[in-house]
């Protein structure tokens, strides 16, 4: 059974920072491009960031360029995106993704986890 655990979530102030982690269940899917989303209360789901297989390319959205960072360990089969500047509207519950999308800032995933909630307080 494919699982996908995000952790790292919490409450942290604004302009602090917050490293969220994504261990998958199968190392096949250290082949897949993997992805971070994230939902605000009343808001739909958005892209945040997403990292090919490989590790050779990244994919952000505009509203967290140049503050997050995602990487991938596939020795350890996980993902992470580490959260640099943040700010009260990043307040959201962030889900990790895989899949063979050729859309990476789609949500044409394959698998999803539960989600962590991050607050960001001002």
């Known amino acids: 059974q494919v699982q996908l655990v995000e952790s790292g979530g919490g409450l942290v102030q604004a302009g602090g920072s917050l490293r969220l982690s994504c261990a998958a269940s199968l190392r096949t899917l250290n082949s897949y491009t993997k992805g971070w989303f994230r939902q605000a209360p009343g808001k739909e789901r958005e892209f945040v960031a997403a990292?090919?297989?490989?590790?050779?390319?990244?994919y952000y959205a505009d509203s967290v360029k140049g503050r997050f960072t995602i990487s991938r360990d596939n020795a350890k089969n996980t993902v992470y995106l580490q959260m640099n500047r943040l700010k009260p509207e990043d307040t959201a519950v962030y889900y990790c993704a895989a899949g063979g999308t050729s859309a990476p800032r789609s949500r044409d995933y394959d698998y999803w986890g539960q989600g962590t909630q991050v607050t960001v307080s001002s």
């Open positions: 990292i090919s297989w490989s590790g050779g390319s990244t």
